[in-house]
């Protein structure tokens, strides 16, 4: 764990694209150790893009992001940034779990499997303890008993629950969400979202992009709002959900709040 | 096709009138005249030895031919499935240098006749009287003589392997295109190597795609290796060849040879059919239950 307080996540000016496309204009943000930091925004507005600069899944083009006290990507050596070998960003990207969309669970394997890989090819933990401590990450999550379950066998929901379970046991500095609910039947949604809440409230650092207002707000430390690009406010869940200070703030939220949660936001 | 008589409206019941299938019978009418001419001609033809055949079917260098030509499939298909991963990944690599030589490997084999690699191996002496290997500016390595070394036999089983790995690498490469590429970023993220990701989690799961073609590669394998009668490896097509030069019971040997051929290529569709339904079928959940991919793949990609 980080001391409290610790810068994790240092954004500055960050960009990003491909070709003549610019996907990310000049990113500013940044999260503290033991934050969730909640990220919003229309699709397309490079919120998915930016999570995925912080593990180094898409290369920083621009700017400066500095993530557990690295500039992701290049090590400076002498007068020099050295681009980082295959080696040197795996070594990076175990410290952080992601979680994605659409799971990604590995099709070949059972759950416990799914948990236990990352330990026993990326850690070298022994097979037998590897499979002990997955087992206990599934307990946690709720799914000791679909252990040995195929990931097609799983509902949308329990496979989600699987991929933050191996993500944690490879027991990360920082948690990334990309949309974790969104590819699943509204029914399901909840006990993902219950898994994170356990997670924030003990202590995981974690940057969520998401849709869902109701978990920003209750859950988050912070709540970013995102477009073309760039960070159009930031701001405590609460304050931005009900006073947004920008038009198009205040028109993305109008868009996917409905009438209800929008009085609740008051 | 119902039998069953209908019940009309007043409630009797009237039958089903016979559908007469004319198209069938018209074709098997002809098949079975051809079928009998030609057995005819074949059985009753004075110029063919039926005993001859019988005699030669057992022919101690016939069989010697069909374990020749088993040896030098099985050996030519493994070289060529090992060597065709080996390509098909150097082929997807980001390293443009690698990717580079691949492309002309898989280029230079496909492009050039298979008989034409055998003749170039089995002469190869021409080019290179010695074989060397040897550590560079030192006097350490070891030499051969490329007339001992590129005998009949290891000029078939280089010529054909490095032949099929060619055609080979295109199939790994679409079984490994064709994983979902979440799957490589969930193993990125969990801090994976390249080579991790490939043989833990991308491999694994390209085998339902790639191992089924492997049958129709080794049958096909088993037919090309006639071809290395022209470099004298001593498999079937050139034992029965060397007996017909020698008797001029030419068509008698063909008899034989094709005989062997089928009865090979039987045994090999079978086992495909049962590899096929082990893999094909079975798609993602390949590893599953204590079959034999999950014997094997666990030692395959520990």
Redo the contacts between chains.
Sequence with gaps: MNAAGEQIVQASGVRMGYGDVQVLNGVDFTVASGEVSCVIGPSGSGKSTFLRCI?G?EPVLGGSLRVLGEEVGHTLRGDRYHPWT??E??????N???V?Q????????SALENVA??PV??LGTPADRARTLAMEHLDRVGLADHAHK?P?QLSGGQQQRV?IA??LA?NPALMLFDEPTSALDPELVDEVLEVMKGLAVEGMTMVVVTHEIAFAREVGDWLTFFADGVVVERGRPRELLANPGHQRTRAFLSSVLDPKEREESR | MRTEPITDASGRPIPVARTWHWGRWLAAAVALAVAARLAYLMVGNPNLDWGKVAEYLFHERILSGVWVTIEISVLATVLGLVLGVLVAIMRLAHNPVLSGLATFYIWFFRGTPVLVQLIFWYNLAFLFPELVLKIPFTMIGVKWDTNLVMTGFTSAMLGLGLNLAAYFAETVRAGIQAVDHGQTEAAYALGMTPAKRMRVIVLPQALRIIIPPTGNEFISMLKTTSLVYVVAGHDLMTNASQIYKANNLIMELLIVASLWYMLMTAVATFLQGRLERRFGSEAVRLVRGGGLAARILPKVTA
Excluded: W, Y
């Design positions: 593990n899944l295959p080696k960003f795996a070594a990076f990207r175990r952080i779990g992601m994605f659409r799971f990604n669970l590995f099709a070949h394997h890989c990352g090819h990326v195929r097609h991929a191996r993500a490879m």
